[in-house]
T-cell receptor, first 111, second 118 residues
């Protein structure tokens, strides 16, 4: 069965304390892996798309990496404004349209 | 670029009434739009895929007669919740793919609509 899991469920960091969020997936064929940020009461905001193992993408304090089984979202020296829920989603080769979302990691960055 | 809007942002209705939610792509034409539902502290669940000019494709377990989807133009899709009941209360989010931007598979999301059925 195709599925996406994320860990931890919630993470509290002090401002400046770097950490990583994990997204593990089991799908029949990976078409692409997507990272989104979602603020409370808002729609998800697109961050990155990764396609193949070894690929990395960076944006400000965020860096996403991909292996054959999982992806990591590294947050370097986070700030309070990085507090949000980070969602991972996987697109499958068997369906161009459908993506499966993970449950998300709720990140809180304390000043 | 790739901006998606939704209207209304919040709606409260009485049980038994119907509610229409609009999803618009503001700066691109979207041949495909998606409708999701999100319960508190849960992730997004795909309800249906909406293709311009054709019938929507519903996910297993989603009642097509209850959640009517119309994608009449390249910039507008609507979701109508018919005969709404309290259990339909949720956060409804639409998304769209922008064929003019890369990567083309990326979905861009609207701000969501909070529905409360009393």
């Amino acid at each position: 069965e195709d599925q996406v899991t994320q860990s931890p469920e919630a993470l509290r960091l002090q401002e400046g304390e770097s950490s990583s969020l994990n997204c593990s997936y089991t799908v029949s064929g990976l078409r692409g892996l997507f990272w989104y940020r979602q603020d409370p009461g808002k729609g998800p905001e697109f961050l990155f798309t990764l396609y193949s193992a070894g690929e990395e993408k960076e944006k400000e304090r965020l860096k996403a990496t991909l292996t054959k089984k999982e992806s990591f979202l590294h947050i370097t020296a986070p700030k309070p404004e990085d507090s949000a829920t980070y969602l991972c989603a996987v697109g499958m080769k068997t369906s161009y349209d459908k993506v499966i979302f993970g449950p998300g990691t709720s990140l809180s960055v304390i000043p | 670029g790739a901006v998606v809007s939704q209207h209304p942002s919040r709606v409260i209705c009485k049980s038994g009434t119907s509610v229409k939610i609009e999803c618009r792509s503001l700066d691109f034409q979207a041949t495909t739009m998606f409708w999701y539902r999100q319960f508190p502290k849960q992730s997004l669940m795909l309800m249906a895929t909406s293709n311009e000019g054709s019938k929507a494709t519903y996910e297993q377990g989603v009642e097509k007669d209850k959640f009517l989807i119309n994608h009449a133009s390249l910039t507008l899709s609507t979701l109508t919740v018919t005969s709404a009941h309290p259990e339909d209360s949720s956060f409804y989010i639409c998304s769209a793919r922008d064929p003019g931007s890369l990567p083309q598979e990326t979905q861009y999301f609207g701000p969501g609509t909070r529905l409360l059925v009393l």
